[in-house]
């Protein structure tokens, strides 16, 4: 979907398709030169980071394995509670491996915070994590984020992979809903 298919929902648009793809094409080749010469898993995290893996993935030049999981939050509300609970689990040994993990937000950053201790227990060369976009709130836990899409405002963003009561996914662009959609 793209904007004139929701305009009526929308407040603003906060990132083109045409943004997204520029951004993730810098990305991609920041992570091409890091892991020149080294074999790379790049883990993606169901469901909201199907858009970032898919486009990421295909802007690299360099080949690399592809393996998902899906985690929730355990605690009740919108807020992240930082116990997490996994979904679906990998299917890789990540023993001596390097890994990536592809986010499509990090707002309190509890769950890859808590995804990323997960995943160095688990006897890997490297763990890294990639994240399209990024809140202020993020940066007050300590969590080192080796990629970053763009830094966003404090605001509820939906679209490319995030959503809102499991709508608005598959829009192609990233933008913020206007209030008659969640009031
Ligand atoms: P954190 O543990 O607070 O960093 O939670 C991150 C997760 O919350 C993301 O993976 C999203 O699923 C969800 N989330 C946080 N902010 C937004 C948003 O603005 N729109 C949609 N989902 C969001
Ligand atoms: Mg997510």
Known sequence: METSDVQADLKHVLYSREQIQQRIAELAADIDKDYEGRELLIVGVLKGAVMVMADLARALHSHVKMDWMAVSSYGSGTQSSGV???????????????????????????????????????????????????????????????????DIPNEFVVGYGLDFAEKYRNLDFVGTLAPHVYE
């Open 84 to 150: 997490v609970r996994i979904l679906k689990d990998l299917e890789t040994d990540l023993m001596g491996k390097h890994v990536l993990i592809v986010e499509d937000i990090i707002d309190s950053g509890l769950t890859l915070s808590w995804l990323k201790t997960n995943l160095l227990s688990r006897g890997p060369a490297t763990v890294e994590i990639c994240t399209l976009l990024r809140k202020p709130a993020a940066a007050k836990v300590d969590l080192d984020v080796k990629y970053v899409g763009f």
